[in-house]
């Protein structure tokens, strides 16, 4: 069959055609479009390991190479060893936890996200690492949905079955399960309760998927968000240069199912409206920021940015072992701090609606202290770039979060929304 798969969310099929079967299809009433299954391929800078040694310990005996953890005993310090329980082990939640700076401390304001799932479309996660504390379950992969396709890993394919990372498949690339710690992990998360859920559309070792498995991987997420009944959030930390007219409809599609989508901007120091999915007016924006509240001189910009949040140099698991542990940069790094604080809001109160919760991230985000906003953005979009100059926030218990939750957008969504689109 021509057809590779069937996306009900934008009534489109992907399929392999010839250059002359491209153009009868043009000729044919029927088809509204014809767009290129073009691949997303992750930004080799987001994915900086610590190396072998860097071990998570978590109490002594965890430890499984003793001399490798005291080879990296400063980074262990940093990372799990010791110190006060609420101690935060990467400089990014600590920053989102204050309006001014870090202080080494973490507080979530008892916003666990005990009630919310994060699915985390990406290369596949170490549900084993010690970092999610059973937390994780099995997911999906779009290459290897059975476990007997010849794209499978136990066939010595790119795709790890149910979209798990194991010992045997160690080798995998650890930008999602880098992306699971930040949303959810114990000592490394923002919703260090919530639950994670890795849904593969990105191959094991190429890092890469097309667009049309990227959307399948999100329609499998909807559905199965909505059979579990609990207030559900995706991450795409990922994308790629082009339209995004395919994405805008599975992310509409996931939104009128109650479920929210954080996407990233981009590395490309580029306009993030000519980017998807980070363009879609449907999904939650995220540029990155340095520890000093400045933009990441790669991240993209733009009226299509609706938040900035840490994404330099984040630490969190990484799928060597169930111990390892690693850092990146860029706005991979970012989605998930965003996608944590929706996990936490939701599980404040399940009811919220996707659109109420995108208003109270906004409404709780510290505004103009991002430095460093590109002089394109402000001359081209003075208004916007003003708006969008807003860094992620998570203290509820504040005085002056208090009017955020309940969120007080109205229950008529689409008519919010609508006057969000801003790519053409």
Not at 285 to 294: C, I, L, P, R
Not at 331 to 337: E, I, L, W
Not at 389 to 415: H, I, K
């Amino acid at each position: 069959s021509l057809v590779k798969r069937t996306l009900r969310s934008s009534s489109s099929v992907a399929a392999d055609l010839t250059e002359f079967q491209v153009e009868s299809l043009h000729r044919t009433a029927a088809v509204a479009s014809i767009t290129a299954d073009c691949y997303t391929q992750l930004d080799p800078l987001e994915a900086v390991a610590l190396g072998a040694a860097a071990t998570l310990s978590l109490h002594a005996q965890d430890v499984p190479d003793a001399a490798a953890a005291r080879g990296t005993a400063r980074q262990l310090r940093l990372l799990a060893g010791g110190g006060h329980p609420r101690e935060a082990k990467s400089w990014g939640i600590d920053r989102i936890d204050s309006r001014t700076g870090t202080d080494g401390v973490y507080d979530d304001s008892g916003a666990t996200g005990s009630a919310s799932r994060v699915y985390v479309l990406d290369t596949g996660v170490r549900i084993s690492h010690r970092d999610f504390d059973n937390r994780a379950q099995v997911g999906w992969s779009v290459g290897c949905p059975t476990g007997d396709e010849a794209s499978c890993s136990s066939n010595g394919g790119d795709w790890v079955y149910q979209g798990v990372i194991s010992q045997a498949t160690a080798s995998c690339s650890s930008h999602g399960t880098h992306v699971a710690s930040i949303v959810g992990g114990s000592i490394f998360g923002v919703a260090r309760q919530a639950t994670i859920v890795p849904v593969q559309v990105l191959g094991c070792s190429s890092r890469r998927g097309t667009t049309s498995e990227v959307l399948q991987g999100i329609e499998w997420a909807v559905a199965d968000a909505t059979s579990q009944g609990q207030p559900s959030i995706l991450t795409l930390a990922l994308g790629g240069k082009g339209s995004g007219t395919l994405y805008n409809a599975a992310i509409s599609a996931a939104l009128r199912k109650g479920i929210l989508t954080i996407a990233s901007a981009g590395n490309k120091a580029d306009d993030a409206c000519t980017y998807a999915p980070g363009s879609s007016p449907w999904a939650i924006t995220v540029g990155a920021t340095t520890q000093n509240d400045s933009a990441s001189e790669t991240s993209n910009f733009g009226p299509c940015v609706n938040i900035y949040a840490p994404g330099s140099t984040i630490y969190g698991a990484w799928a060597g072992t169930d111990w390892h542990v690693g850092y990146s940069t860029g706005t991979s790094t970012a989605v998930p701090h965003v996608a944590g604080v929706a996990a936490q809001i939701r599980s404040l109160d399940p009811a919220m609606s996707p659109f109420e919760v995108f208003s109270a991230i906004e409404c709780l985000a510290t505004r103009n202290v991002v430095k460093a906003l590109p002089r394109s953005l402000a001359s081209q979009h003075a208004q916007s770039a003003a708006s969008s100059n807003q860094l992620l926030y998570n203290g509820f218990n504040d005085a002056d979060a208090q009017g955020c939750l309940p969120a007080a957008r109205p229950p008529s969504a689409p008519v919010q929304w609508e006057r969000m689109e801003r790519c053409t």
